[in-house]
T-cell receptor, first 114, second 115 residues
Framework: DAGVTQSPTHLIKTRGQQVTLRCSPKSGHDTVSWYQQALGQGPQFIFQYYEEEERQRGNFPDRFSGHQFPNYSSELNVNALLLGDSALYLC?????????????FGPGTRLTVL | AQKITQTQPGMFVQEKEAVTLDCTYDTSDQSYGLFWYKQPSSGEMIFLIYQGSYDEQNATEGRYSLNFQKARKSANLVISASQLGDSAMYFCAMREGHRDDKIIFGKGTRLHILP
C-alpha cells in the first residue's frame, strides 16, 4: 500500500518563475492538504482540497493556488516566485472513518528559489 | 488565535532513558485535537500520537505517551526507553474543531539521543 507520494523531490527555480508541485494521496484517502515548511520552522497550512474544491485556506497570498483531480491527486501552483518561497512543501492526506484524525504526510518537495 | 509553544529548541538524552518533550497550547475552542509528529532528517513528517480534547485518558502508542493536562493547556510527549533512531525533530501540533485539517504546528524540538 503506497503512502503519500510527491514529485519532484527537489526543484530549483528563479525569482518570478512559476512552479507546480504534485501529490498523490494514500490509497483510499480523499482529502489533501498542503503545508509550507521554512528552514528551522514548523509546517504552515496552505490549503486543503476535498471533492476537487478548496475547502480551507491558511494565510497565504493568491500566488498560491491548487487543484484536486477526480482521482484525488493534487497540485500546488506558485506564481511569481519570491526568494521567501524557498521551503519544503509537504502534502498530507487523510480519509474518512477509522483514524480520521491522522494525516499522513509525504516526503515533501524541497523548492529553492534563486 | 491558536498557538503552540515548544520551549525546548534542543535536547540531549542518553540512550535508554525516558525523555519528555514539552508543549503548551492556547485555544478558545472546547473541541480540539493535539498531535505529535516526528521529522527525521529525510523530511517526512511521521505521525506519533493524537489526543482529543474530550478524551479522558492520556493517549499511548507503544513507547510514546501524551501527558495531557487540560487545565494547564499542556500536552507533553513522553518517549520511554529512548533509542538512537529517536533522534529527530519533534513537532507538537493542534487543530480546532472536529476533523479540521488546518493544523497549527509549534517550532519543534530537536532531540539528540546519545549512545
Amino acid at each position: 500500500d503506497a503512502g503519500v507520494t510527491q514529485s519532484p523531490t527537489h526543484l530549483i527555480k528563479t525569482r518570478g518563475q512559476q512552479v507546480t508541485l504534485r501529490c498523490s494521496p494514500k490509497s483510499g484517502h480523499d482529502t489533501v492538504s498542503w503545508y509550507q515548511q521554512a528552514l528551522g520552522q514548523g509546517p504552515q497550512f496552505i490549503f486543503q482540497y476535498y471533492e476537487e474544491e478548496e475547502r480551507q485556506r491558511g494565510n497565504f497570498p493568491d500566488r498560491f493556488s491548487g487543484h484536486q483531480f477526480p482521482n484525488y491527486s493534487s497540485e500546488l501552483n506558485v506564481n511569481a516566485l519570491l526568494l521567501g518561497d524557498s521551503a519544503l512543501y509537504l502534502c498530507a492526506s487523510r480519509g474518512g472513518g477509522g483514524r480520521g484524525n491522522e494525516q499522513f504526510f509525504g516526503p515533501g518537495t524541497r523548492l529553492t528559489v534563486l | 488565535a491558536q498557538k503552540i509553544t515548544q520551549t525546548q529548541p534542543g535536547m540531549f538524552v542518553q540512550e535508554k532513558e525516558a525523555v519528555t518533550l514539552d508543549c503548551t497550547y492556547d485555544t478558545s475552542d472546547q473541541s480540539y485535537g493535539l498531535f505529535w509528529y516526528k521529522q527525521p532528517s529525510s523530511g517526512e513528517m511521521i505521525f506519533l500520537i493524537y489526543q482529543g480534547s474530550y478524551d479522558e485518558q492520556n493517549a499511548t502508542e507503544g513507547r510514546y505517551s501524551l501527558n495531557f493536562q487540560k487545565a494547564r493547556k499542556s500536552a507533553n510527549l513522553v518517549i520511554s526507553a529512548s533509542q538512537l533512531g529517536d533522534s529527530a525533530m519533534y513537532f507538537c501540533a493542534m487543530r480546532e474543531g472536529h476533523r479540521d485539517d488546518k493544523i497549527i504546528f509549534g517550532k519543534g524540538t530537536r532531540l539528540h539521543i546519545l549512545p
